[in-house]
């Protein structure tokens, strides 16, 4: 660009742009956050709430590179750099294979079908392209995932092939308790079952109960010991925690009652 160009260009009009990026971000911020505040009191708790909440953040992410986009183009007209021409020259062919080229349409697509069909949403525990985790955030480019030790794994959405959801729809919390062989299998259902009532009457965990246990049996004999499965119906983000209690107290009521435990 000569001095004469730098001289021609309205630098008002670019404060103006400039001004009017930063209105039109905050602007837009305020008003996703209002909705989620109207949608949303709290943490996410139904299925319809994350739902929601998955897409605000997708929304949001997409508005911040539009308004970017605008601003960067409004700017480079003021500069006297048109971007048709490069547009043009490009054409619609060569921009849609370089995308695809460096996997980002391919993202992008995998992840508007993530989203369309309410296969992962934040605060789902998920398992996706090898990895595991809690999800913490959800764009129309990547996952970003959270194990129980705190590693954060990133996941490009067109590495998806298959989601693994167990927090979608009905979960339990799945028990395999181990009697010794000699043990009577009927006092250690009545444990299971106690244990499982106590959880649903606890002040602090009941909430988090879905239903009445349910006790499949002896699920299998393995040598001196047979297991007994169970499940109980709880809150999705209540897995692992209810199942740990509630091995617990099982474990309590087994000592109590003299069961012979494995050895």
């Not at 709430?49 to 998955?54: D, F, H, I, N």
């Not at 619609?92 to 992008?108: K, M, N, T």
């Not at 010991?225 to 109980?232: G, P």
């Amino acid at each position: 660009m000569t001095l004469d160009g730098v001289g021609s260009i309205s630098w008002a009009r670019v404060l103006w742009i400039i001004a009017g990026g930063f209105l039109a971000w905050f602007a837009s911020q305020y008003l996703i956050a209002a909705v989620r505040r109207r949608v949303i009191v709290g943490e996410a708790e139904l299925d319809s709430e994350k739902r929601a909440l998955t897409l605000i953040r997708a929304v949001r992410y997409a508005v911040r590179l539009i308004v970017v986009a605008v601003v960067l183009m409004l700017l480079l007209s003021q500069f006297g750099i048109s971007i048709a021409p490069l547009l043009g020259a490009a054409g619609v062919a060569g921009i849609a294979v370089g995308l695809a080229g460096q996997g980002l349409a391919r993202d992008l697509i995998t992840g508007f079908s993530l989203l369309l069909d309410n296969q992962i949403r934040v605060g789902d525990s998920v398992e996706i392209a090898g990895k595991s985790g809690t999800v913490e955030a959800v764009t129309l480019r990547s996952v970003r995932l959270r194990e129980y030790d705190g590693t954060v794994h990133f996941v490009h959405n067109g590495e998806i092939k298959i989601v693994t959801n167990r927090s979608l729809g009905p979960v339990f919390s799945v028990l395999d308790v181990a009697i010794d062989a000699d043990a009577d299998v009927a006092l250690a259902r009545e444990i299971i079952e106690k244990a499982a009532a106590s959880l649903q009457a606890d002040a602090r965990m009941g909430s988090q109960v879905r239903g009445p246990v349910e006790i499949a049996g002896v699920d299998r004999w393995d040598g001196d010991t047979v297991v007994i499965r169970a499940r109980l119906p709880v809150a999705p983000s209540a897995q692992a925690a209810m199942r740990r209690e509630w091995l617990a107290r099982v474990k309590v009521g087994l000592d109590g009652a003299g069961a012979p435990n494995p050895t």
